[in-house]
């Protein structure tokens, strides 16, 4: 959501994916949808390998922490 500037912008941007989700759902307009969704791929490369990177490195944090919590939690049993 940072990526917009404005609310009204934030609400056209999940506006037009409801309309895009729709349109393959019912299988509306398939070919335009899909020039569509590689238009904006290709108009946004750098943000989407941007988002994928950013998220590769919180699930890492994440796989991280929760080996700690697993032993964290396996030495509490051992207790018990």
Known sequence: ??????????????????DVAFNMVEGIDLE??????????????????????KEVEMKQNVYQGEGTKAEEVRSVFLLL
């Open 32 to 53: 335009e949808t899909e020039a569509r969704l590689k238009k904006v791929e290709q108009e946004n490369a750098h943000l989407i390998a941007a988002s994928q990177a």
């Open 1 to 18: 959501r940072e990526q917009f500037s404005t609310n009204d912008e934030w609400n056209d941007y999940l506006e037009q994916r409801e």
